[in-house]
């Protein structure tokens, strides 16, 4: 599985291109409204939801798709009320376990599955349901901005050697705020996590000389520092963050809103082109539409530090994991359902779901490539 | 016999001092138990009671919002499970190390495995479980796993309860039974058993809270779902309120937080009617025993 | 009982009616039914651990393998990279650079669980104390209700509480009353230093003191319960005080089952997984510097990592927690000999005063 390496220098370089080529693809279909459509061109794709027989469905894994499976779950089984389809958060390893082991029809994962875990385990898939993207946050109490970082100041951070919020690197990057002298409490998940993951990855992107270029994973060893705090799940990270003057926190986009509730502020991350960027709606589908033709057929990909003009740097696919081979066609052809009736624009991928949790819908190409997956379910 | 406060005091100053240091201790002990058991309570009452709604008992759960119909069933279900196994078991074991266990090799066996089985984390208990039964004998996530693996977890706990209970039962009620003709069995139970009562029932109590209060190894072995408990026995996962507490708590939106601070209410007040009716029905069965005070 | 030979006063007799023999046989048969369902019923326990064990090992047989002896001193935790290259030892397939050493992990176990024991042993017994004589029976009834409810307080509930409320307000207001009045000498220095923000050592051993307190304290007080009132009585008409009355009459009288208890008390501390993964810090490969530190034990570990260990394809994350298990379970039964080994020398096991 070459791809879901570090990638090379080709791939940022075609990264880059297809990032710029995307931003113009994008402008140009933000003109399409006025043009007549383009002649030759296929009608684009629309997402087929077959009926299903009656069956009763299980789902678990990420903590982070929980809400979301929660929104559509109701909303798909009254619209098929043949098919009872519960749901549970309980860690995307355990989901991705689940899903192997058969225990339950369909596991949802913040990351994809790991080379090893394909090969043993090759008739599980991995399908991108929807983009979720992470924050950094931070207890500063009277500071409104938002705070410009990168990952060698967070790495610094994570590795102690920068340990007051006005120390002059982070000073030098925000010229004109006035910031704290508060200690910098670092905090990182307890418990092994995507989040870690994309945190992790995004550090070893950005600056690999002080982080280790490979040091990424839903667990990292955390450097023994003075002033950490480890918290169990996104939940943990908000309210201990809430708690802690001084702390620096990675969150899953979900818990924006209760992080600002509790008093924390978010920062800019500079992206791989060396743009600071805010984490909104537009700077993650540009980010996402970088890398849409990129992405494998099997859904396969990081999308952290790309070279995205104007992208936010730490985006990622959520995706379901599960088995080709189901116990009987009637329990795919249900599973098949969901899914296609999750990832369509229509139904599960519209506004009405995924703005209530702060994910971004899949571009269509991956819709497509997603819902070629889907079909091989049997 | 009531108990009240000693009023004299000795005279010596030294053991005047000591008695005076055991009562301050005494109740700076109390203090440091009570303390934080009542800010616990508290916080979960208080937290729990702005947002209450009677319809949670009767509503079925939708994960991060609606009820917790099947959840407060669930606990209900494996609650009563683990108290058949595990009550049927722990008890006759503690009676057994108690009244019929001759020392040796094969009890210190016992005694240790007991022990050590106290000592497991329920998170390994859960998963192994999950290895060897949900998915090594495709039972799948369901009520069988769960009751085995809660039940090994709570044993010891009632059988070590049972066993010091029983010990602590004065020889001359024994040999009194004796006296008076009774079959030792007939002794064992009318006798033995009912003056040791109040011991055992604590560990029984102990354990069934141990139970309730668990959600790891519930996880790996029951698995979850947001509709009710079924009568079969594999297959079917089954819901319980230790997973909303913390599922709920880790959500990022205030109805999910709703959910979860029910749930926690919910189960404090399950374990402290449990404690109530327990003793009301212990003191019944107490009335003419003499063995307190 | 106990090889007793029951002397049969109605068996004598000839006239009796069927249904009255029936009851008289049953009577006779009663005691060995107790005895075999006791017998039967013992088999749970010890088949329960020898399946945990089984399964345990045959899951953590290639971590023994790849882990060997250094297991047990080494203080690396690096699950490698799952998502990179794999490396072949001793025939088994692991993550490049993964590496595992439990050291600090079972250092965590036992200082905890050694802080918990001198934290609730004592507090147990005095609240048992408390509730059995020091209190009126309108007062003493429900407090005792109260420390039975934090036995059935969720953990996830007491871990809250204790990585949001308790940790922050000893880490500002109790821990550096101690910390900062300790010289910098050698042993005593353990007592000083940062005292962090909250999680750590001291924290959790606290933590799990309080949730052993109920398993302990209500057992001795239904045992002091049991203490006939006539020794103490008598004690107390020869002028003792209350509390020599405790420590020369009551407390002789249950030590065997207080004792117990305490063990079972050590057995849940050991085993907490995760209430003490929320207030320790979670820090792996580090043994904590002071009593404050932050760090981790094997039970915490196994919750917070076997999500992500399901993540590593090879499996050898996996097999590694299922090795750290089966360490935790070798430690609990050496701590557990070496008390059945004190309380022997000490004669506490021996019968207790009422049953000679």
Redesign the interface.
Same mark, same amino acid.
């Given at each position: 599985m070459k791809s879901i390496r570090r990638p090379s220098l080709r791939t940022i370089s075609t990264l880059a291109l297809v990032g710029s080529v995307a931003l113009v693809g994008l402008s140009s279909v933000a003109g399409a409204g006025s043009r007549p459509a383009a002649k030759k061109k296929p009608a684009p794709f629309t997402v087929k939801v077959e009926t299903p027989p009656a069956a009763s469905l299980s789902e678990t894994g990420s903590t982070l798709l929980y809400p979301l499976w929660n929104l559509w779950a109701p909303d798909y089984q009254s619209q098929f009320p043949k098919v009872t389809l519960s749901t549970a958060g309980t860690g995307s390893g355990t989901g991705i376990a689940d899903a192997a082991s058969g225990t339950v029809s369909i596991g949802s994962s913040d990351a994809y599955l790991s080379p090893t875990t394909l090969s043993s385990n090759p008739t599980l898939l991995n399908i991108p349901l929807a983009i979720s993207y992470q924050v950094i946050m931070y207890n500063l109490p009277g500071l409104t901005a938002h705070l410009k970082l990168n990952g060698t100041i967070l790495t610094r951070i994570y590795l102690g050697k920068i340990t007051s919020w006005n120390d002059p690197q982070i000073t030098a990057l925000n010229p004109g705020v006035k910031i704290p002298s508060l200690p910098i409490v670092a905090l990182h998940r307890a418990d092994g996590s995507g989040d870690t993951f994309l945190f992790s990855q995004y550090l070893a992107r950005q600056d690999g000389s002080e982080w280790g270029v490979g040091n990424y994973g839903t667990t990292v060893t955390w450097p023994a520092i003075k002033n950490q705090l480890a918290e169990q799940g996104n939940g943990g990270m908000v309210s201990g963050c809430a708690a802690t003057p001084g702390c620096v926190a990675y969150v899953g986009v979900s818990y924006l809103t209760q992080g600002l509730g509790d008093g924390l502020g978010y920062g800019q991350l500079r992206n791989g082109n060396g743009q600071y960027v805010m984490p909104t709606a537009q700077a993650v589908a540009l980010e996402a539409s970088g890398y849409t033709k990129i992405t494998p057929a099997n859904g396969t990909i990081s999308m952290i530090n790309g070279r995205v003009k104007g992208g936010y740097p730490i985006i990622n696919y959520e995706y379901a994991i599960v088995n080709t081979k189901q116990s009987s066609s009637s329990t795919a052809k249900a599973i098949r359902s969901v899914l296609e009736w999750a990832i369509s624009p229509k139904f599960g991928n519209g506004h009405q779901y995924l703005s209530q949790v702060r994910f971004q819908p899949l571009p269509l190409k991956v819709v497509e490539q997603s819902y070629k997956q889907i079909q091989k379910i049997k | 016999?009531?108990?009240?406060?000693?009023t004299g005091?000795?005279s010596t100053r030294g053991?005047?001092a000591?008695?005076v240091?055991?009562?301050v201790?005494?109740? *700076?002990?109390?203090a440091?138990?009570?303390g934080?058991?009542?800010?616990?309570?508290v916080?979960?009452v208080g937290r729990a009671l702005p947002g209450w709604r009677w319809n949670v008992l009767t509503t079925l759960s939708? *994960?991060? !919002?609606g009820g917790l119909a099947n959840a407060v069933v669930g606990t209900l279900v494996l609650m009563a499970g683990v108290l058949i196994l595990a009550g049927?078991?722990?008890v006759?074991?503690g009676?057994?190390?108690s009244?019929?266990a001759q020392g040796g090799r094969g009890v210190?066996?016992?005694?240790?495995?007991?022990?050590?089985?106290?000592?497991?984390? !329920?998170?390994?208990?859960g998963?192994?479980g999950?290895?060897?039964l949900?998915?090594g004998l495709g039972w *799948?996530?369901s009520l069988l796993p769960a009751l085995m693996i809660l039940?090994?977890m709570v044993?010891?706990?009632i059988?070590?309860?049972t066993?010091?209970?029983l010990?602590?039962?004065?020889?001359?009620y024994?040999e009194g039974a004796?006296?008076l003709?009774m079959?030792?069995?007939?002794?064992?139970?009318r006798v033995?058993v009912r003056?040791?009562l109040?011991?055992i029932v604590?560990?029984l109590?102990?354990a069934?809270?141990?139970a309730?209060?668990?959600?790891?190894p519930l996880?790996?072995t029951a *698995?979850?779902?947001?509709?009710l408990p079924t009568w079969s026995l594999l297959h079917h996962?089954i819901a319980y309120l230790?997973?909303y507490?913390?599922?709920d708590?880790?959500?990022?939106?205030a109805a999910?937080h709703v959910v979860s601070y029910d749930a !926690?209410l919910i189960?404090?007040v399950?374990?402290?009617a449990?404690?109530?009716v327990a003793r009301l029905i212990v003191s019944r069965t107490q009335r003419h025993a003499e063995?307190?005070? | 009982m106990r090889q007793r030979a029951s002397i049969d006063v109605i068996g004598a007799r000839r006239d009796e009616s069927s249904s009255r023999r029936l009851r008289r046989v049953w009577a006779q048969r009663e005691e060995s039914l107790w005895r075999v369902g006791g017998r039967v019923a013992t088999l749970v326990p010890v088949g329960a651990l020898v399946f945990l064990v089984a399964v345990l090992a045959v899951k953590a047989w290639p971590a023994v393998k790849v882990n060997g002896g250094s297991f047990l001193t080494s203080t690396a935790w690096l699950p490698g990279n799952t998502y990179g290259g794999v490396e072949h030892v001793h025939g088994v397939t692991i993550p490049a650079g993964a590496r595992y050493g439990a050291w600090p992990l079972i250092a965590g176990t036992l200082q905890t669980s050694a802080i918990a024991l001198v934290f609730a042993v004592p507090v147990s017994i005095l609240t048992a104390f408390a509730l059995t004589e020091g209190l009126p029976g309108w007062i003493a009834r429900p407090v005792g209700f109260v420390v039975e409810v934090v036995a059935g307080i969720p953990s996830v509930i007491i871990g809250l509480w204790g990585v949001l409320v308790l940790g922050p307000f000893l880490a500002r207001h109790v821990y550096p009353l101690v910390a900062n009045r300790i010289p910098d000498v050698p042993v005593l220095k353990y007592l000083g230093g940062s005292v962090g923000y909250g999680e750590g050592l001291l924290t959790s051993g606290l933590v799990l003191g309080l949730m052993i307190v109920p398993i302990i304290a209500s057992t001795t007080r239904d045992l002091f319960l049991q203490v006939p009132a006539l020794p103490k009585e008598g004690a107390r008409a020869l002028g003792m005080t209350d509390a020599e009355v405790a420590r020369r009459v009551t407390l002789p009288w249950v030590r065997s089952g207080v004792i117990g208890a305490a063990v079972l008390g050590l057995g849940r501390a050991l085993g907490e997984t995760i209430a003490v993964a929320m207030v320790s810090g979670s820090v792996l490969g580090v043994v904590s510097p002071n009593l404050y530190g932050t760090m981790t034990t094997i039970a915490a570990t196994i919750v917070s990592q076997l999500d992500s260990a399901a993540t590593d394809g090879t499996g050898f994350a996996v097999a590694t927690l299922a090795e750290a298990g089966l360490l935790l379970a070798g430690i609990s039964i050496v701590v557990n000999l070496a008390a059945r080994a004190i309380v022997h020398r000490s004669g506490a096991l021996g019968a207790p005063v009422g049953r000679a």
């Open positions: - | 016999m009531a108990q009240v406060l000693p005091l000795p053991r005047r000591r008695a240091a055991f009562r201790l005494m109740l *700076g002990a109390l440091f138990v009570v934080p058991a009542l800010w616990l309570v916080g979960v939708q *994960g991060t !919002s049927t078991t722990g006759l074991t009676i057994y190390l009244e019929f210190t066996v016992v005694r240790v495995a007991i022990d050590v089985l106290a000592g497991f984390p !329920s998170i390994v208990l998963y192994v999950y290895v060897a949900c998915v *799948g996530f039940s090994f044993v010891p706990y059988a070590k309860a066993e010091a209970a010990h602590q039962v004065p020889t001359s024994r004796e006296a003709g079959p030792g069995g007939h002794a064992l139970r033995v003056t040791a109040p011991g604590t560990g109590l102990i069934l809270s141990i309730g209060g668990e959600t790891a996880l790996y *698995g979850v779902t947001n509709n996962p230790t997973y507490v913390w599922t708590w880790n959500q990022p939106t999910a !926690s189960l404090v399950m374990v402290l449990m404690l109530v063995s307190a005070t | -």
